[in-house]
Structures are given as structure tokens and as C-alpha cells.
T-cell receptor
């Protein structure tokens, strides 16, 4: 059974903290993505990666960075968490350009 | 900016009826189209994809694509209470990006 695993289901952090969200996939996919989901706004792409050490900005990259040192792992970093980054964060991967996305179970992040 | 538009709903249908969900997209160059279902508190899961104009059927689900009108729809026949969820329309936005609509909430009343 294919899997995308996110390290935390719920996370509570304080304003200004550095936050790491980890994602691991076991499908040998080249492409990995980080989305955030907010009520009424749908899923918005933060960053994606099409290869190890390669990254591209999505639609809302401000305040975020990413790291992809190994093919199976894609990390999202909040350098200095702010309250407006409270959201559901979803990691996803896919095999090719026109292929479907496989999602992790999501991390609900609250920044207080 | 490339966009995908959906009616947010909620759409309410009685059990056994046909639910019709609609989506429009702005990028004429889009080649692949997806419908994801998302239950409350869960992550999205793919239920249909379509690449060519016309209809594609899978069980109770039919996806319809009209590239000339930049329109994608999802029909759910014999709707069940278990179909109550948010349905996300998604479009390949060029390269590796997938662009999502905000989703339509569907309620199926028993």
C-alpha cells in the first residue's frame, strides 16, 4: 500500500519559533509538494520539488522554506512562525506531470 | 494567475438522487483534470481523473470534460449519505503544479 507519511498530526508552536514539518513517501516519486488548506480558500501550493535538492516556489512561498536532501523526504520549514501560518498543512507526491497526487494525512499547525 | 472555480455550496441532495458538481478553469492549455473527495478532518483522495473531452464513467461516478468551454463536472448517481464530503476539482497547471478549486460541500440527506 502506497504511503505518504507526515510526522505530526497536530502541532502547537509559539510565535517566532522555527518549525519543521516532515514528509516521507515510499513510492519512489520524483515530485513532492507542500500545500496549506484554509477554510474557503482550498489548497494553496507553498513549494514543490521535482528532484533531490531541487525546489520551486508555489503560489504562497513567503515565510516558508523547504529542504529535499533525499528523494523520499521533503521538509517544510517555518523560519519564524506567525499566527497567520496557523493552518492544515498537506504533503503530497506524484510520479509524473499528469499523474494524480497522493496525500499525507496532514498536520494541523496552531501558532499561538 | 491560473484559477479553478467551484461553487462552494453546500449542495444538498436526497439519498438516491444525482448530485452534479461543476468546475471551470482559466488555463486553456490544461491537459489533465481530477476530482478529489475530502471527508471532514481527512486528506483528499482521488476519485476520478479525465484527460479527453467527453464522459468517463467509473461505477456511480461520471466525469465530464469540455475543453472548449473550460468546464469539468462530476456526476454522482444514486447518491448515498456516505458521499457527503467536500469535492475538490483540480487541474494540471503546467509543469508539475496541480491547482485546486476551493471545493464544493455535498450533503446527501437520508
Amino acid at each position: 500500500d502506497v504511503k505518504v507519511t507526515q510526522s505530526s498530526r497536530y502541532l502547537v508552536k509559539r510565535t517566532g519559533e522555527k518549525v519543521f514539518l516532515e514528509c516521507v513517501q515510499d513510492m519512489d516519486h520524483e515530485n513532492m509538494f507542500w500545500y496549506r488548506q484554509d477554510p474557503g480558500l482550498g489548497l494553496r501550493l507553498i513549494y514543490f520539488s521535482y528532484d533531490v535538492k531541487m525546489k520551486e516556489k508555489g503560489d504562497i512561498p513567503e515565510g516558508y522554506s523547504v529542504s529535499r536532501e533525499k528523494k523520499e523526504r521533503f521538509s517544510l520549514i517555518l523560519e519564524s512562525a506567525s499566527t497567520n501560518q496557523t493552518s492544515m498543512y498537506l504533503c503530497a507526491s506524484k510520479a509524473g506531470e499528469d499523474e494524480k497526487l497522493f496525500f499525507g494525512s496532514g498536520t494541523q499547525l496552531s501558532v499561538l | 494567475q491560473k484559477e479553478v472555480e467551484q461553487n462552494s455550496g453546500p449542495l444538498s441532495v436526497p439519498e438516491g438522487a444525482i448530485a452534479s458538481l461543476n468546475c471551470t478553469y482559466s488555463d486553456r492549455g490544461s491537459q489533465s483534470f481530477f476530482w478529489y473527495r475530502q471527508y471532514s478532518g481527512k486528506s483528499p483522495e482521488l476519485i476520478m481523473f479525465i484527460y479527453s473531452n467527453g464522459d468517463k464513467e467509473d461505477g456511480r461516478f461520471t466525469a465530464q470534460l469540455n475543453k472548449a468551454s473550460q468546464y469539468v463536472s462530476l456526476l454522482i448517481r444514486d447518491s448515498q449519505p456516505s458521499d457527503s464530503a467536500t469535492y475538490l476539482c483540480a487541474v494540471n497547471g503546467g509543469g508539475f503544479k496541480t491547482i485546486f478549486g476551493a471545493g464544493t460541500r455535498l450533503f446527501v440527506k437520508a
